[in-house]
């Protein structure tokens, strides 16, 4: 009988896979596509130079120049050098200045840092509703313009209708009826420093709080476990986490302390005397009591100098303790 054989599977071969395609080139971009960003950040850019740069530029060259109310009106201003800044430099009064400038930035810095930091802390230790209310009390002292809230310092010490002779007054201080405050050399600059400290404290304290906020708090019971105090908890856990904050803050109130004028204008314009004369203040009765707009420009140059050295200064300082702690 005849077997059936099964006939054997032919051997397959191997799928062959299509060959890949070649990648597509994407189609270069136009030219107007790409100059459509700088298109875009143009007007800022032309704003910033020309509100920014243009009038730096300019100080700069009136600096070099003798350039007084003749020149401002019919331009054709010569060109002298140096000399300003060496008038500038050979004048007793110039230094005088200089040297109240920095007291007035001194003063004022240390008593924002310090004021600024203690209510940080305050508000980082109140509950809910009393953190709210210290926190809007801030940003409402800090949202106050600048000459508003000078006109209402005004008010408060004026010699006849103010409520600070009335109340010292009211407390048998019979010395203090119609005490004029503003004829005062010390009384008028612990007044100003009293009002920048006042506007500059809200945004210094609600900075430092928000970055008090970020420090963990295992760090602080960690602390409290080896037995640290307060004092020691601040200086070993708080400052050096929030140094680089602290820093920040230092370095915008060095700026605006240096050049404070609208609150010294409005007040005293400078009086009495020359007891509340700082260097941006300076600049101006120079360049508009004298017409001498040339000396005006180079004291704001030298404000922009002295103020940029401190800074460098203290950056110097910062980035070489940043490098020491890593």
């Known amino acids: 009988m005849p077997v059936a054989v099964e006939p054997t599977s032919a051997p397959r071969t191997p799928r062959q896979r299509p060959a890949p395609r070649p990648a597509a080139r994407r189609k270069p971009a136009g030219r107007a596509h790409g100059l459509w960003p700088y298109a875009l950040i143009a007007p800022a850019i032309g704003g910033m130079l020309y509100l920014l740069v243009y009038p730096l530029v300019r100080a700069v060259l009136i600096s070099f120049q003798d350039f007084r109310l ?21 004048d007793p009064r110039f230094w005088e200045v200089v040297r109240r400038t920095f007291l007035f930035m001194a003063v004022n810095v240390v008593l924002i840092m310090v004021i600024a930091t203690l209510v940080a802390l305050m508000v980082e230790r109140l509950r ?17 313009p600048v000459v508003a809230a000078t006109t209402v310092f005004q008010w408060l010490f004026h010699s006849e209708f103010g409520i600070v002779n009335w109340a010292l007054t009211s407390l048998g201080l019979d010395s203090f009826e119609r005490y004029p405050w503003f004829a005062n050399g010390t009384a008028a600059f612990a007044i100003l420093v009293t009002l920048i400290v006042w506007q500059s404290v809200p ?7 928000s970055a008090l906020t970020t420090v963990p708090l295992e760090l602080y019971e960690s602390a409290r476990l080896d037995g640290a105090g307060a004092g020691r908890i601040f200086r070993s856990v708080t400052f050096p986490m929030l140094r680089p ?3 920040l803050v230092f370095s915008l109130e ?3 302390t240096f050049k404070a004028f609208v609150q010294i204008w409005v ?3 400078g009086g009495p005397g020359d007891a509340t004369t700082i260097l941006p203040v300076y600049a101006v009765q120079t360049a508009l009591s004298s017409q001498r707009y040339d000396l005006g420009s180079a004291a704001s140059m030298i404000t922009v100098v002295l103020m940029s050295g401190v800074l460098v200064l203290y ?9 020491e702690s890593r």
């Not at 950056?315 to 490098?323: A, I, K, L, T, W």
């Open 267 to 269: 007040m005293t314009r």
């Open 245 to 247: 904050i602290f820093l």
């Open 70 to 90: 003749r020149q401002l009106i019919s331009g054709n201003a010569e060109f002298v050098g140096l000399r300003n800044y060496r008038t500038l430099l050979a």
């Open 203 to 209: 945004f210094a304290a609600i900075t430092l709080y």
């Open 254 to 256: 060095v700026i605006w």
């Open 315 to 323: 950056f110097r300082q910062m980035f070489r303790q940043e490098d």
């Open 128 to 144: 809910r509703v009393g953190r709210t209310v210290v926190l809007c009390s801030l940003v409402l002292a800090w949202a106050m």
